[in-house]
């Protein structure tokens, strides 16, 4: 008896110290994250002022001219931090480009020469399309101007280069997970460059490419689901059962980062994208790393079964504040950390430059780009018969945009802000990550929900229809006709369709101020709940849908 006691007393004795030696002992795995670095040759820019190369760069106001610099910076932040490995959740290129391609792996073999492990994935920019071309732009005579929508340009022409193959990108790209490297476990039998990864530390990676593809080139469609699903399933539970924790890659978005996102901006996610996320989480999955939004978010799900799966959103390199992750897991606890470099070559405070760049007109020079031009050239290809009445549809509908857009976004809300300021702070916290929605830029928010600024909005596009058609001159000369036009527009503006308006696209705004659960920048993830780095619990300021609701009924009564 006192020699089954002695032994028990000595197993319970080496439990009681394996214990704290097991608790201490948790696995790490340092490694950064860069997303959407768009890289574009510097002479593929042409003139900095070109008419079709700011159409490119100013979409969404990229910094293309300082890729090489930003780059760089990126590099030296990421050795000096000293990650084993680095993520890069695609848009590798500015449009395909083999050129951007080749420029790019060639500054990023600064880390592989380091002893970094690069690991990434193609987007929807990198790999050649049928329906779109590569591109550069070439001024011929600098002198040669153009003014477009009130603006002067420098007349530049579009001239086609040589685009990327799935092949080719997966040969330009073999240094950085599509070699003969001994850390990749499988390929994707079905066609994708998806593949799974030794990450060493008890860590997996499974990269997924989720784009269509039609032999060597994408179809412009995004794809997870078949076959492609079925291996990514089995990659995440021969994962589990080895005992190492599986962490996602791609490039396009699950969770929603504010409410009606995926339905007014449908196209950054994936297919039932959410679904996907719970079924991953299910399967034990609880990071996923991803792009294509051009905002540093992170975002939240919990199944019914009560697991939660984080999916990390990284900024664009290339855009306002170019965000660097830097991440430490710890079994499956998980710390990250966003970095805003401060200074690049030939810039010392990076962030004021990008704060003024985005600034200064920025939200202009967006819609110029997405309402004003693309928008002109729709409706004159639609409506032309040919070239002489393209181009006079063309100029008769530049001009009424131009004057839409530019009396919309001066229209002042409350407070003393207008719609442009509106929209530029919604970009900017957007892509920045941590929303915040000061009292006046709520009261500003409250004027929109409330439907009487959409009266004043259908208001501008009559009037703009009668400048710029001539029909205002012709309406001054008979009262009649005058009054006529005045009932018509009473009752066009009626006040339910206004208060509709106003709830959607209000909230909307409103969404975009409040950040959902978690943080976005800093946070610590321990036993699967969200921590502020002060140990503060992470809350989630987004309402709940009932509250919305009693939001919406408000509004419309």
């Known amino acids: 008896m006192k020699r089954i006691i002695s032994i028990i007393l000595a197993v319970c ?5 394996a214990v704290p030696a097991f608790a201490d002992n948790k696995k790490e795995l340092n490694f950064s994250v860069l997303s959407d670095i768009h890289y574009f040759p510097k002479e593929y820019i042409g003139n900095l002022n070109g008419f079709n190369s700011r159409r490119t760069l100013d979409n ?35 449009g395909c480009e083999y050129l951007s391609h080749e420029m790019l792996t060639a500054r990023l073999r600064k880390l592989t020469d380091a002893g970094v492990k690069v690991y990434t994935v193609p987007g929807n920019h990198d790999i050649s399309r049928p329906d779109k071309i590569s591109k550069s732009f070439v001024a011929d005579d600098p002198a040669k101007t153009v003014v477009k929508a009130g603006t ?33 476990i499988t390929r994707d039998p079905g066609g994708s460059l998806s593949y799974s990864a030794d990450l060493g530390s008890g860590y997996r990676l499974i990269a997924i490419d989720a784009n269509e593809y039609s032999g060597e080139l994408c179809t412009g469609k995004k794809y997870l689901e078949g076959d492609l699903l079925n291996w990514v399933n089995s990659q995440i539970k021969d994962c589990t059962a080895a005992g190492d924790i599986p962490l996602l890659m791609m490039h396009y978005d699950l969770i929603e980062k504010y409410d009606m996102q995926s339905t007014i901006m449908g196209g950054n996610f994936l297919d039932g ?51 660097i992750r830097h991440a430490k897991l710890s079994g499956e606890d998980c710390s990250i950390r966003t970095v805003f470099p401060r200074s690049i070559e030939g810039i010392d405070d990076y962030q004021a430059f990008c704060r003024s760049y985005y600034y200064d007109g920025g939200v202009r020079t967006i819609m110029r780009n997405r309402a004003i031009f693309d928008a002109t050239e729709a409706v004159a290809g639609a409506l032309s018969t040919n070239e002489k009445s393209y181009a006079k549809i ?16 001066a229209t002042e809300l409350d407070c003393g802000i207008t719609v442009e300021k509106m929209l530029t702070e919604m970009y900017r916290e957007h892509y920045a990550g941590d929303e915040t929605i000061t009292p006046e830029m709520s009261l500003a ?39 006529l036009l005045d009932k018509a527009l009473e009752k066009a ?60 009924i408000k509004a419309l009564f």
């Open 13 to 17: 004795l080496l439990i009681c110290m």
């Open 394 to 409: 063309y100029d008769f509908f530049l001009a009424l945009m131009t004057r839409v857009i530019d009396t919309l976004l």
């Open 60 to 94: 969404d106001l990229k910094l293309e001219q300082y890729a090489n610099e930003i780059l760089d910076e990126a590099i030296r932040e990421i050795l000096a931090k000293g990650s084993k490995v680095v993520l890069i959740s695609g848009d590798n290129a500015m």
């Open 493 to 552: 503006l009626a006040f339910i369709p206004a208060k509709i308006l106003g709830i959607v696209i209000g909230e909307f705004c409103r969404g975009i101020f409040i950040d959902t659960y978690p943080a976005d920048n800093n946070v610590d993830i321990i036993g699967g709940k969200a921590f502020l780095p002060d140990s503060t619990p992470c809350a989630d300021l987004a309402e709940s849908t009932s509250t919305k609701f009693k939001h919406y």
């Open 273 to 323: 994208g959410e679904k996907l996320a719970e079924s991953f989480a299910d399967l034990g999955v609880r990071y996923v790393f991803t792009g294509h939004s051009h905002a540093n978010d992170i975002s939240s799900l919990t199944t019914k079964a009560g697991n939660t799966v984080y999916e990390v959103c990284t900024g664009s390199l290339v855009l306002h504040g170019s965000p």
């Open 152 to 184: 002067t340009y420098v007349d530049d022409r579009i001239v086609e280069v040589r685009g990327t193959t799935k092949s080719e990108f997966a040969e330009l790209y073999k240094d950085f997970g599509y070699g003969d490297d001994e850390s990749i």
């Open 445 to 483: 928010t409250d004027t929109l929900v409330n439907g009487s600024k959409f009266e004043i909005a259908l208001d501008i596009v009559f009037s703009s229809i009668s400048v710029v058609s001539g029909l205002e001159k012709i309406l001054k000369l008979n009262p009649l006709h005058d009054s």
